[in-house]
Structures are given as structure tokens and as C-alpha cells.
């Protein structure tokens, strides 16, 4: 038996990486159904427009997933009509034809200072989302996850809308609509707790988590609660391994509100990150506030209110990302943290070491980064299986792709075996071993590893391959 180890990619291609489906940084855009406008800063904005505005001022940040508001407020008194269905499927096809995958999120409620105005009776949430059942289908390619959304300001599921309303039939009606290759995010994890006796196994194995309160420290507002030694937050915690999960940072201009500190401290936030495993990460939030124009005065002046807040020391003169952006990180850095990277990573094409930050951390290890390790096979007929060693340096496990495919093929290119890699087990930090079989009568001359998206596209893998076709193909030597 041969063994060949494939080059890992160079850090000075990373952004080969970047193009990737169903991981990483994320927009935030909105759609009123019943005007085809955006939303906040931009209710005056074409929502098509607004979106490009936001595609293109992140054009260095490279995202490839957009969570995405559907506004029903206009709706919450009646059926979706013809007009309503024709302004979502034309956003979500602009959304396909710019290979941007939606965390889809429905909601009814964008004025939290007056929630029960725009609050829809729980028979009409219901005859919602039993309309929607073609959306969701039709464009199950273009979907990541769908966040539950519908119940209280923003779909958020705040406490007092959920009381106002029935939320195990709601979301037993959601994951009843929604296509079962899709999972479902919520926003605390006592809301899974809390349902799960009413949900089959299968359904309850559907749903991940987004933590829109991410501060670097544990808060009453994040997923798990503020104990992670509680019972509760160990059982979300080995939870967030197998499930889909979406973070935010808080605005900027509350850091100093919940911190007493300018900026979010980058390594616990990291630790949270690997820790619950995320897959994406708000590019809204604590980043570029001012220069986007999505900062609130008013906003600000009501979260000030509202915490009983006396002594502001005003509003900092960065952002925690911005901040980041310039933070360098060093190998050994990663080294006394155990976290995961591939030592190519601080190198050029030419072995020459890059310089790096938290914010190239981040981006760069979301969700999953992939890597062949090694390849075992042998030379000659009667040489039996092939042997693929799989390594995720990524945050989380690659839920969110179709599967993963690993085959062999003989000198005319034709697949003369084939394998499939749970996507499950490629956990971050663990060896997957996957085994083409091989006919006896047959010679294996490259090895092709697809990891497959629900639209068709293949993702990149971390090692400098014979050729990208969509799969990640590594020529035998001397087969």
C-alpha cells in the first residue's frame, strides 16, 4: 500500500475558501411583502436595491449567506395574496442567480415599542405559514435554514409574545411546512426544551439555534443561559454539535451598556464560537454601523431607557470587528488555546509567513474548513479499498451541505467506486476515514472528494488539488 499526503492550501489562498457554500459571514436585509421595499434605513429603498447596496459594500468581506426578513406586518389581518407570492420568489431568485444562501426568517412585528398592533391572531400565523409551504419548497436550494421566526418583534420569540400566543402549534406548523432536508433555528434553547414532547425525534433533531446577543461573555440573553457548568447549558452544549447555529453581535454603540468596555473582547468570543459550534456570523452587527447608516439614535436613546441607564460614556469610536481587523493572532496564540488551524495558514505560496488577526480567524474558520490529510491506496489489481483521511480545522461540522461524496476513477475517468461521508461525523478536530471500495478487476488512477451543496454547486477543499470541477480531484502517482 502508497500513502500520498495533498498539500495543504497556502494561506495566501484563502480566498478560494471564501466562495464556499452554507458557511461563514453573513448579511442582513429585509423585504416589506406588501411593498417590495426594505426595511429601517432602508423602507424607502427597492429591496432588490438595498440588497446590492449591502452585496457590494461587503464585496471584501466575501459572504455568501444572507439572513433574510420577510415582513408580513401588512398581512397580519389576511391571506398572502398573488402580489405578495411574486415579490418573495423574485427575491429569493435574485438571492439564487447571486449564489447567496437565505437564513429565511418571517416576522410580523418590526415596532417593538408597540408589539400588540402588529401582532396577527394565531389562526392567521397558521394560514401563513400553510401558504408558504411552496416557498420554502420551491426554493429549498436557495435556503440555508429557515429561523422560525412569526412570533413577537423582529420573529424573535421574546417572552411576552409567547405568551400572547400558541408557539408549539406554530412551530409544529413550520417543520410540518418546511422541506425535511431544511433545519429550523431557534432562539433559546429552552423554546426546543419546551416543545420537544410534541415534536417527533426527527423533528426535534431539526432544530438548531441563532444567538442574536453574542458579547464574548455568558448573558441571560444567549442560547444556554449564564451557567455553562448547569445542566441545562452542557445539554445545549453537546446539542450545538449536530445543529445549524447563526450568531450577532449586539450594536456597537451598546458595548459600554453591557461590557463597561469600548469594544467585545475577541478571545472568549472566539472560545464561544468553537465552543457551540457556529456556522455563520453577522456581518450587521459591531462592524460598520456608522458607514452602512443603519445606526439609530433613537435606537440607542431607548436601549438607554430601557436598561436605566444614568452614566453613558458615549459611543466608541470603533467597533468590535473593526477592532479585530487589526488584532494580530499569532500561531502560538492558537497554540495555548488549542484551537484549530492548519499551520499553512500563516504561510504564502512561496513558504514566506503571513501575518494574521481575529478577524481572518473568524472568517476564515466558521462553519467548516476541510482538509485531506492522507490518501492510502494500492498500486495494482486485487489492491482492495481506498482509504481517504478527512480533517475539519473549521468550527462546525458541515450541516448545512447535501452530502459528501468521495469516489474513485480509472484512467477514462469513469467513477469506478464510490463512498458517502456522514456529515455529522466530520465533527471540527477529528479524523474521518472514508473507504471507496474498489473492483478487482478495475485501477483507480485519481480520487475525488465532493462536498456537495443542495443547489448543485461543490465546496472547496483546504489542499492545493489536481482540479476543481465542483470535485476536489487528487491524481494516484504511478497508478
Known sequence: MFTIVPAALPGSDTATLL??????????VYLNVATGKGMYHYQDTDAHAAFEKELAFHTADQPRLAQVYFYLTDYKDKPLDRAAFD????YLQMLRD???KALLRFAYVWDDAHPRVQEPTLAQTLTHIDQLTTIWHDYADT????????IGPWGEWHGDARQRTNETAILQAILHSVPAELQVQLRMHDMKTKNAPYLSTADQARLGYHDDFLIGVPHEWNIGGTDPASPAYQRYLADSAYVLQDGEMIWFWANPIYLQTPTIASRPFIDRLLRNHFTSLSLAHNYREIESGSFSAQELANELHNQGVKDYPGIPTTTSMLAW???????????????????EWFRDAHGQPLSRTAYDYIRDHLGYRIQVQKITYGRDLLAGPIKVTLHNYGFAAPLGLAEIVVEAA??????IGTTTVPLASV?????????????????????????????????????????????NWFALPNN
Not at 435556503?143 to 421566526?149: E, R, T
Not at 502560538?332 to 484549530?340: E, G, I, T, V
Request: no cysteine; glycine share 8%; charged share 20%.
Open 19 to 28: 466562495a464556499n457554500p452554507d458557511r461563514g459571514f453573513r448579511l442582513e
Open 87 to 90: 415579490r418573495m420568489t423574485a
Open 98 to 100: 447571486h449564489h447567496i
Open 143 to 150: 435556503i440555508h435554514v429557515v429561523q422560525a421566526g412569526f
Open 325 to 343: 481587523r487589526q488584532e494580530a493572532l499569532t500561531a502560538a496564540d492558537l497554540d495555548a488555546r488549542h484551537w484549530p488551524y492548519q499551520p
Open 410 to 415: 480509472d484512467a477514462d475517468n469513469q467513477i
Open 427 to 471: 465533527q471540527p478536530g477529528t479524523d474521518v476515514l472514508a473507504v471507496v471500495p474498489v473492483p478487482v478487476t478495475a485501477k483507480a488512477h485519481r480520487v475525488g472528494v465532493r462536498l456537495a451543496a443542495r443547489d448543485g454547486r461543490g465546496a472547496r477543499l483546504a489542499n492545493i488539488v489536481q482540479q476543481f470541477d465542483g470535485t
